[in-house]
């Protein structure tokens, strides 16, 4: 018969940033250690507030399921001698095990046969199998950062302070940092402190609910949500949608409780990024805004308790701001003094890498890059280029930006246009950041996807010709986020660039710098942006195999992958085209292990097949050619699929392999030409692999 467990791990606050990961890996985790016990289940989920970390699970098996465990002796020539009987060997075998030699069976294996013991492993009653399962689980939870604490061993987040563990009615023996598990959880840390008894999971999620603590992740995130509109809503506003503060908020509280505070209109004349940024970065406030979109003098704060008296907790959220808000207004009108442009030479006094200068250094670099790529992209746009790469990290030495991090280049782009700056030169200080994050928004100003991607390739190319590369899930200086929007930008404004000359570029401006050779550190950059390519490709719904088939043949430049790939896709839906993938797979498996290519010569083509083999193929070639240059891959692909029939009737009718050396070479000859052919637009042996 199967039983709920219901187990609480009862912490001191923890970080919002910590909740979600931790449970997921609760439950990741106590899928594993399920699987690993043979305990099955009906269903498994957590739920957490920064005061705890729970795990549910319905209806686990009272105890694991007898097994059959097959353990391997010596080999049975070596365990029996001439006349059957056992042994030293096998009589040590038995004795080790404590069976009889008559118990021992022979099994046939690769290696030969060997005797074989098989015993039957009594299941576990799962009560006895909680208490190391469940240790387990809190040991092995990871997080970013963990503590000691008192004199435990332990290491967790927080201090754990209570545990809860109940498998059916019983209470699970388990010990952890000094506490002995119970059936007792508490409620709300101000509103409802007290212990309470928890008899099931329904009765503890209702008894927490009644103890001000919604321990249900979502069931939290729908009434941080309901809180903010039903405040926003008394000015008649809304709040500003902010997916990842709402989220946050949801998880710094167990009974969110919204206020609506109000702050000073003067403010207003700030930027809005600038009112936004201060409510939200250190106060996660929200900003309210009117049905326009305008923002009005109002902010929503989610608070941890709901107090007598709403009024006193709303005067010191708007003293706070105030200050806030006072501090932002100083360093704006400081910063607004000064133009933007003289602040490029306080980029010396910042150190961007140990290894690799200045902020300054890297302003030099991305100017001159950015020139080199609208030289070869826009070349009306090389002067707006360089000026908006000569201010692009300005703004990372003003008093603002220094003060709310997440201000780069929004701040940059507003002290530009305040300095009487061109507004593309302006934007694109924003936009050269951009994308942010995955499927984030890309740069929408010619100048700015020039400045970006010169930017990207910089950080890229700086960090891996110091050795500083990602590894597993480490990546400091957001060398996958640089790949990824470099790869975006290029694919979404059909630029066609060699990766291999811009990779080069960036590095002759980072030759007094490298420490790997520039050839070592080229190939390495373009192997990582060639996994970032592949990704994007795939996100946009286009087969693996198809995938690997265009970037098998070259990807250095990613618009001409693309526009490969779209054309292979559309080709393999012909009738035609699995037997040709087939037969081309019969070429490639001919030609692929020779190391160079061999002569031709028309004059010894004897057999009936192989001459019209050539023909076709010659007729094929100049019809295709004039579509490869135009990069029209679709009517290149047409044209292939024409050889079909000739490919087949030529491995149908020709021997390749005869012994007249002559004739040999020049059939192999034929062949590695019409590969060279099909290889102008993709391997297609790699999609014949999947067929």
């Known amino acids: 018969m199967a039983k709920d467990l219901l187990f609480e791990i009862g912490t001191e606050e ?4 910590f909740l979600d990961p931790a449970l997921k890996a609760l439950k990741d985790l106590a899928a594993q250690e399920f699987h690993h016990l043979g305990l099955n289940y009906e269903g498994l989920k957590t739920l957490g507030t920064p005061r705890r970390l729970t795990l549910s699970v319905a209806g686990l098996q009272e105890r694991q399921p007898d097994r059959q465990e097959e353990i391997l002796g010596p080999p049975a020539k070596a365990a029996f001698d001439l006349e059957g009987r056992p042994t030293k060997a096998a009589l040590g075998f038995a004795k080790k095990h404590q069976v009889s030699t008559e118990e021992l069976q022979i099994k046939k294996t690769p290696k030969g046969e060997y005797i074989c013991l098989v015993k039957t492993i009594k299941g576990k009653e799962t009560f006895e199998l909680l208490p190391d399962l469940l240790y387990r689980l809190i040991v092995s939870l990871p997080f970013p950062k963990s503590m000691r604490w008192a004199s435990h061993k332990i290491r967790f987040a927080r201090p754990i302070r209570w545990v809860l563990a109940l498998y059916g009615k019983r209470v699970v023996p388990l010990e952890v940092a000094g506490l002995k598990a119970q059936a007792l959880t508490f409620g709300h840390r101000f509103m409802a402190p007290e212990a309470f008894e928890v008899e099931d999971f329904v009765g503890y999620v209702r008894r927490l609910r009644e103890a001000f603590v919604i321990v249900e992740p979502e069931e939290r995130l729908a009434r941080t949500k309901d809180e903010i509109t039903a405040a926003a809503l008394e000015v008649k506003g809304k ?34 990024p600038v009112l936004i940024t201060a409510m939200r970065e250190h106060q996660r406030y929200f900003a309210v805004v009117d049905q326009e979109g305008k923002l009005l003098p109002y902010f929503i704060a989610i608070n941890n308790i709901k107090p007598p008296d709403p009024s006193l907790l709303r005067a010191g959220h708007e003293r706070v701001l105030k200050a806030r808000l006072e501090d932002a207004g100083f360093y704006f009108e ?39 790529l609208a030289r070869k992209l826009a070349p009306e746009k090389v002067s707006l280029a360089q000026r908006a790469a000569h201010l692009a990290k300005a703004d990372l030495v003003t008093e603002l930006v220094q003060e709310f991090p997440s201000l780069q280049g929004i701040m940059g782009r507003e002290y530009a246009l305040l300095s009487g700056e061109e507004k593309e030169v302006a934007e694109a200080i924003y936009e050269h950041y951009l994308p942010l994050t995955a499927g984030g928004k890309l740069p929408q100003t010619t100048t700015g996807a020039l400045v970006a991607l010169a930017d990207k390739m910089d950080t890229l190319c700086a960090f891996f010709g110091i050795g500083e590369k990602p590894t597993g899930t480490t990546d400091p200086f957001g060398l996958r986020r640089a790949a990824y929007g470099l790869i975006e930008i290029l694919l979404a404004r059909g630029y066609s660039l ?38 994007a490709l795939a996100s946009r719904g286009f087969e693996k195999a198809s995938i690997r088939a265009v970037m098998a043949v070259g990807f250095d430049d990613p618009q001409d992958v693309l526009k490969r790939l779209e054309a292979l896709e559309k080709v393999r839906k012909s009738p035609d085209f699995t037997a040709l993938a087939v037969g081309f797979k019969r070429v ?6 020779l190391e160079e290519e061999l002569p031709f010569e028309e004059k010894l083509l004897v ?5 019209e083999l050539y023909e076709a193929y010659r007729k094929v070639r100049e019809e295709v050619f004039p579509y490869l240059e135009a990069g029209q891959y679709e009517k290149a692909l047409g044209e292939l699929l024409t050889l079909k029939g000739f490919i087949d009737r030529f491995f149908d009718k020709i021997f390749v392999m005869v012994e007249d050396k002559a004739l040999r070479e020049n059939r192999l000859a034929l062949l590695q030409r019409i590969a060279k052919l099909f290889l102008s637009v993709a391997d297609l042996s790699f999609i014949e692999e999947e067929l």
């Open 14 to 17: 923890l970080p919002a940033r």
């Open 239 to 272: 709040a500003l949608e902010d997916p990842d503060l709402l989220h946050e908020n949801a998880n710094l509280v167990e009974f969110p409780y919204a206020t609506l505070g109000k702050f000073d209109k003067k403010f207003l004349a700030l930027p809005e």
């Open 334 to 372: 400081r910063d607004r003094k000064i133009p933007l442009a003289e602040r490029v030479k306080e980029l010396a006094n910042v150190v961007y890498h140990a290894k690799l200068g200045t902020l300054y250094d890297k302003t030099k670099r991305l100017e001159a890059l950015s020139a080199w």
């Open 498 to 535: 060699s990766l291999s000359g811009f990779i080069n570029e960036a590095l002759k401006l980072l030759e007094d710098f490298l420490e790997k050779t520039p050839r070592e550190t080229l190939l390495e950059v373009k192997q990582f942006l060639a996994r970032r390519l592949e990704s």
């Open 588 to 593: 490639m498996n001919m030609v692929k292990k």
């Open 607 to 611: 057999e009936e097949a192989e001459r």
